[in-house]
């Protein structure tokens, strides 16, 4: 081995700092001072953070303002997406009423243990279907339940009302 | 204000001899007329060379809108096949404005078939199918009517006029299509197909009806020939506006043509006149000129396919050349007349709904194009048009012409382009205030500095 | 001098037959007709034209699928084919007609001397909404066509296969009136 | 140029010369020599209808543009298919062909192989200028069992017309309705009776027409293509096979003049569902002395392999091998070498079908057929003669249950686990049309290689000829273990095949070894 080995120099402690009193005293009047400051704790999760415009939180599905699923399961998303966690198997839609919209997931899943809140699913939607929502606090029992179905997405995302902005002047 | 009755332009009754007299579409009085006489003499004393000799000499051009020389295009067909030769006469007449084979159908049939079968005996042809329009039922009943009697007679059908000579006519009805006038158009539906023009070449004179040889002509062109062969074609040459003399390749305007007014004017109708009248004498001594207190705002002069003049363009002849040059075109010489009171952007609207619903969805500029401009034109009207969209008009009418298979987009721009031209103003004036306001700006932009 | 009007003159109309479904077309009736036509042809698909004319006459003044077959059949063609033209031309209804058929003109000339008004009146009279639909009493089917040749004598409509010239809204409502 | 010099005619085309045969149009001469011109409605085996308007090109000395596809050249013709004036023909063509398209490429299956996505990348010029309401047509008409048609999406370019028309002369379809409603109408019973109705899916140079088989299936760009063969019978059409995750989910026909032009039969195209059967066998399996099956590793069903056949060797009953007509020349030719040492011989059975046609469809289903003929492999036609010790199975309807059930086989190599009979000890997973390469001979004596895509199947399967020669190994010690490049040389050299036609070597060496 021909590692250069450093000896590190450490101040040895002095009598007062070995007795540890005056450092726990210091300590305690700390904890007095805050007794009477503003609490700054949140009782989450029944109180949560104001979470500022542009946050990225979880990827989440909407609806239109009928309710129903804006996704065609065009799978932009899952291909643009670097870590791979969206995966999407499409379906036909017999929906008479909106013969235009044949297509649609059906399955869509995102796996948050992958999900690196990037936001280029929502940047490569052609349908704004998809957004990077507020939520931040994400857990599960499981690894199975961090892996989000359409089912969840759609709750998650609720109802976004207005048509596609996007392409407005392109 | 007493009227000065200038000195009209007179009519010449060669085509039209016959519209006065009474039945004059039964054999009997046709005959009595002069009918089957020219045809006699061709199979009498002339070949078939001299017959087309006799129509080159006559200068006859085609009278369907193109006018192309039909003696030369009859000589395009093959002089040696084993095929069967046709002749197709083209009585689809569906471009709006136009009546006169209509005429010429109801009131001189016999006229009519007199002319196809010399045709047929100048090229070899042994069947003669006349393509009349669906809309038109009373001429289907007469000409059928006096093919039966002609055949009885022996002017149709085997050994015609004891000659040895046959040739057949048949009368097939159209079912509502502008297009199957464009003779290609004619033929697909004639074999029993929808009514796509072909791509040309081949030209139908070698490959047409059922892939053989055909002779396609308009009604109103094969009218003429009885008169040629029985007069000389230097005498129908004589007629009506000489070529230019400093233009080798002109051919002039000879002979008569049925002209026709309708739209706003007191009197329309169809009047029979040397090549050479003006546009204006045709609408005021004839037609009575406009509507009791208007004023005439624009002319299509033949039909609906042709550029517009505007009321201050009318001293224009007509004729093949000079309308040419005025900027416009002959088509069918039917003039349709529109006065002050007639709103050009819903003309337009008009118009391109007619090419629109009448295109054949063939070709991709035209089946798109024609609908596009439809619609703006309707935004136009709802006032919603803009500065942009008068240059996105100019645009389509670039892209749209000259880039089908047929000349039906070519049809549908060309009066677009010069009402969108000719009457900028109007559709300036259904813009909103701030278009209007920024179109003022760009005027005087244009303007050189004092001209007001 | 403006010769006379040729258009044709009114005659009495007669509201047109139910349809009737042939077991094979041609129906008796049609036999000689449809072989005249044949004839004039050098090929069996030529004569497609002339024949579904006939058989829309036949059918009352609409060409059923059942119809359609049969012609298919009679002269050897696709099915396809057949619809395909028969959609193609607007002279064609594919759809039940009614009892009477109307038609206005809309081109330029027609719509300068008061074509929209006959249009308005006629879509009143019939009962319907727009064109190229019967009314719900099922007497007319109205149609948008385009020029009619008869531009002279503007507007022009057609009733039931015969032209008619120089129509005031008064008179179309005359004519409409006495249509059953 | 030695344009006028030359004895042969020339035409011009962006200012070189190339010579042109009598009646060749701009468009052929050009893509002869790899000159692109962008087209729709043109397809080399049909007439040109001439409407689509995008292959415009420019004319020198004439003002206007004109469709290549149509125009024949003539001498001293010439041409510019890079103009200004052609690209402004296209992009003008580019915006009418987009003014009433309903831009759904989000919905649309044909992203990702649209040309007019293509070409409005490239030709197009990238802005809307018009925000008009769209022409509203029929969505999701039915054309036959198998295919969609939307009628927005459609350019109205025919070609799906004309094949009907002109190539199998069915003419199912035409053209209906006129003007911005013109669009694709079919019979009114709305059946095809041609069989080879779905190549107007390939045809369709838009989304217009879907196959209602890989509707919605995949996005294009996840999926793996390989050039293959299609082994639905001794064709052998010439196909690209589409696949992901484990399915094969497309096949779709690839040019060659020799074999099958530009087309396939639909059934061969929907031929693939074998290979993504729910019961597909992934990996070997050996039944323990229970007579229970249990999973086993490569290595340790080889060992039971070898000792069953070992085994069976000893008593008396035929060592033969029967293989699936669809095999390929390798793994016949090894078949051939175990059932030597099993002291058989190696035999094969295909279905011979009675449908065959004067096209492509031929009654001989067995993909390499002529091959196993050709390599003198006899033909196992009904069970009496079914008897082996190992059998090689890719499809039920070559070697049916009958024929396996009377082989008495002791080790089958299966691609579906319900193909097992009770005789077998030992099953190893086959790999489909889909996995496996090699040579196969269709029906004229081609020898087309067959070309497997990672993407489909179950991922852990191993080729045959390479199990199988371990085997060997196993029975009799001094075989050679040969790989594909190694095999592929002696079958080109082997008497019967060295006859057959075969293309140039184009195999890496030692592409799969033992």
């Known amino acids: 081995m021909s590692a250069k080995v450093k000896t590190v120099h450490r101040t040895p402690s002095t009598f007062l700092e070995r007795l540890y009193v005056p450092s726990v005293l210091k300590g305690l009047g700390i904890t007095f001072r805050r007794m009477f400051q503003r609490k700054v704790t949140m009782q989450f999760p029944e109180e949560r953070w104001e979470v500022r415009e542009g946050y990225r939180g979880a990827p989440v599905l909407v609806k239109d303002d009928e309710g129903r699923p804006k996704c065609v399961a065009c799978s932009l998303c899952e291909y643009v997406c670097p870590p791979k966690a969206i995966y999407i198997v499409p379906e036909e839609v017999d929906d008479a009423s909106r013969a235009h919209i044949e297509r649609g997931p059906a399955v869509f899943n995102i796996n948050m243990l992958r999900c690196i809140f990037c936001g280029l699913c929502e940047e490569a939607c052609p349908e704004e279907a998809i957004f990077m929502s507020k939520e931040y606090a994400l857990w599960g029992a499981s690894r199975a339940e961090l892996i989000h179905d359409k089912e969840t997405l759609y709750e998650l995302g609720g109802i976004r009302a207005g048509g596609i902005k996007k392409w407005k002047g392109k | 204000m007493a009227a000065k009755t200038p000195k009209r332009y007179p009519e010449t009754k060669v085509l039209s001899r016959n519209f006065d007299v009474d039945k004059a579409w039964t054999f009997d009085v046709a005959r009595q007329r002069g009918a089957y006489r020219s045809l006699e003499k061709a199979l009498g004393s002339m070949t078939p060379d001299q017959v087309i000799d006799e129509v080159k000499t006559s200068r006859l051009r085609g009278r369907g809108g193109a006018g192309f020389p039909t003696g030369v295009k009859w000589s395009f067909v093959p002089k040696q096949t084993d095929k069967t030769k046709y002749i197709c006469l083209n009585a689809d007449e569906s471009e709006p404005g136009t009546f006169k084979d209509r005429y010429l159908m109801e009131l001189d049939p016999h006229l009519v078939i007199e002319g196809c079968l010399i045709t047929a005996y100048a090229v070899g042809a042994s069947m003669v199918y006349i393509y009349v329009r669906g809309e038109y039922p009373l001429s289907i009943e007469r000409l059928w009517g006096a093919i039966e009697e002609a055949r009885k007679e022996g002017f149709v059908g085997k050994k015609i006029a004891g000659r040895d000579f046959h040739c057949d006519v048949v009368v097939h009805s159209g079912a509502g299509a502008y297009i199957c006038g464009e003779e290609t158009a004619l033929l697909e539906s004639l074999e029993g197909k929808r009514g796509h023009p072909r791509i040309k070449p081949p030209f139908p004179a070698v490959e047409g009806a059922f892939a053989s040889p055909t002779v396609i002509n308009n009604v109103e062109t094969l009218a003429h020939v009885p008169w040629i062969i029985e007069n000389g074609g230097a005498a129908f040459a004589k007629q009506g506006i000489p070529p230019d003399p400093a233009d080798p390749r002109s051919v002039g305007s000879s002979g008569t043509k049925l002209m ?116 703006i034109f309707h935004r136009f009207d709802a006032g919603q048009g803009t500065r942009s969209d008068l240059d996105l008009l100019e645009n389509l009418f670039r892209q749209i012409e000259g880039r089908t298979i047929c000349a039906l987009a070519d049809a549908a721009v060309w009066p677009l382009r010069s009402i969108v031209r000719k009457f900028r103003h109007e559709f300036v004036a259904k813009m909103s205030p701030d278009e209007q306001r920024a179109e003022a700006e760009a005027r005087s932009a244009r303007q050189p500095a004092g001209v007001k | 001098m403006n010769p006379r009007a040729p258009a044709a003159e009114p005659k009495d109309v007669a509201p047109r037959a139910p349809a009737v479904v042939p077991a094979s077309f041609p129906p008796a009736e049609l036999k000689a007709t449809c072989e005249k036509i044949l004839a004039r042809y050098p090929t069996k698909m030529a004569a497609l034209l002339p024949i579904l004319h006939e058989a829309q006459a036949f059918g009352g003044g609409w060409v059923s699928p059942e119809l359609e077959a049969g012609v298919a059949a009679y002269l050897d063609l696709s099915p396809a084919h057949v619809h395909g033209v028969l959609t193609f031309y607007s002279m064609y209804n594919t759809k039940p007609a009614g009892r009477h058929e109307l038609w206005v003109c809309r081109t330029l000339s027609c719509w300068r001397r008061g074509a929209p008004e006959l249009r308005a009146k006629a879509l009143d009279k019939a009962g319907c909404t727009r064109t190229g639909e019967v009314g719900e009493d099922g007497r007319f089917l109205v149609k948008d066509m385009e020029c009619l040749g008869l531009c002279e004598q503007a507007p022009a409509i057609w009733l039931d296969g015969v032209a008619h010239a120089n129509v005031t809204p008064e008179g179309l409502e005359q004519l409409m009136d006495g249509c059953e | 140029m030695s344009a006028s010099s030359s004895p042969e005619p020339v035409v011009t085309i962006n200012g070189t010369a190339y010579p042109y045969e009598p009646g060749d149009t701009v468009i052929r001469v050009a893509h002869r020599h790899g000159i692109d011109v962008p087209h729709y409605c043109y397809h080399p085996s049909m007439s040109p209808a001439g409407n689509c308007r995008i292959c415009m090109v420019e004319v020198v000395g004439s003002p206007r543009p004109q469709i290549a596809c149509k125009m024949a050249c003539f001498p001293g013709l010439s041409v510019n298919t890079d103009s200004d004036l052609a690209h402004e023909a296209r992009a003008d063509t580019m915006q009418m062909l987009l003014v009433n398209h309903p831009l759904d490429c989000p919905i649309c299956d044909q992203a990702g192989e649209c040309h007019l996505q293509d070409y409005s990348y490239q030709l197009g010029s990238g802005r809307a200028v018009t925000s008009t309401p769209k022409t509203k047509l029929p969505k999701n008409q039915p054309f036959g069992e198998q295919i969609v048609y939307d009628a927005e999406r459609c350019i109205k370019c025919t070609l799906c017309v004309r094949f009907c028309e002109e190539i199998t002369d069915t003419n199912e379809l035409s053209m209906g309705q006129r003007s911005d409603h013109e669009q694709v109408i079919m019979t009114s019973a709305g059946e095809f009776t041609t069989r080879y109705s779905m190549n107007i899916v390939d045809l369709c140079p838009v989304g217009a027409l879907t196959s209602r088989d890989f509707r919605f299936r995949s996005r294009l760009w996840f999926m793996d293509f390989v050039p293959s063969v299609c082994t639905g019978c001794a064709r052998g059409c010439n196909v690209t096979v589409g696949a992901r995750m484990g399915k094969v989910l497309r096949l779709e026909p690839r040019e060659n003049q020799d074999v099958n032009q530009w087309w396939m039969c639909d059934a061969g195209r929907l031929g693939y569902k074998h290979a993504n059967s729910a019961t597909r066998l992934g990996v070997p399996a050996v039944r323990d002395a229970s007579g229970a099956w249990r999973e086993a590793t490569f290595e340790q069903a080889i060992q039971a392999a070898s000792a069953a056949l070992a085994e069976h060797r000893h008593e008396e009953r035929p060592g033969h091998v029967l293989l699936d007509g669809g095999a390929t020349l390798e793994e016949m030719w090894v078949a051939r070498q175990l059932a030597a040492a099993l002291g058989g011989e190696a035999r094969f059975a295909a279905h011979v079908g009675d449908d065959g046609d004067e096209f492509l469809v031929v009654n001989e289903k067995g993909a390499n057929a002529r091959g196993a003929e050709a390599l003198g492999l006899a033909r196992v036609k009904n069970a009496a003669d079914a008897g082996a010790a190992v059998l090689v199975i890719e499809r039920d309807e070559h070697v049916p249950a009958d024929l396996r059930a009377a082989s008495g086989a002791v080790v089958a190599f299966v691609t579906d686990a319900s193909h097992v009979p009770d005789s077998v000890r030992v099953a190893f997973p086959f790999g489909s049309f889909a996995e496996r390469d090699g040579w196969l001979v269709n029906v004229g004596g081609r020898v087309q290689r067959l070309l497997g895509t990672g993407e489909a199947g179950p991922s852990a399967v191993q080729p045959f000829q390479a199990v199988a020669q371990e085997i060997l190994l196993d029975l009799d010690a001094g075989h050679d273990v040969l790989d594909d490049a190694a095999l592929e040389t002696r079958l080109r050299a082997a008497p019967g095949l060295a006859d057959l036609v075969w293309p140039p070597a184009s195999r890496e060496p030692a592409e799969v070894s033992s």
Request: proline share 3%.
């Open chain 2, 260 to 375: 026709g007014v309708s739209g706003d004017v007191q009197k329309p109708g169809v009047w029979e006149f040397e090549f050479g009248i003006t546009l204006r004498q045709m609408i005021e001594d004839y037609a009575g000129g406009a509507l009791e207190g208007r004023t005439i705002k624009a002319v299509i002069p033949g039909g609906l396919s042709m550029p517009v003049l505007t009321g201050d363009e009318l001293d224009v002849k007509m004729g093949f050349d000079d309308l040419k040059a005025a900027g416009s075109g002959l088509g069918t010489a039917c003039a349709i007349v529109m006065d002050d009171t007639c709103d050009m952007v819903q003309a337009c609207e008009n118009i391109a709904h007619f090419f629109a619903d009448e295109s054949c969805g063939q070709c991709t500029p035209c089946r798109e194009g024609c609908h596009w401009m439809e619609k």
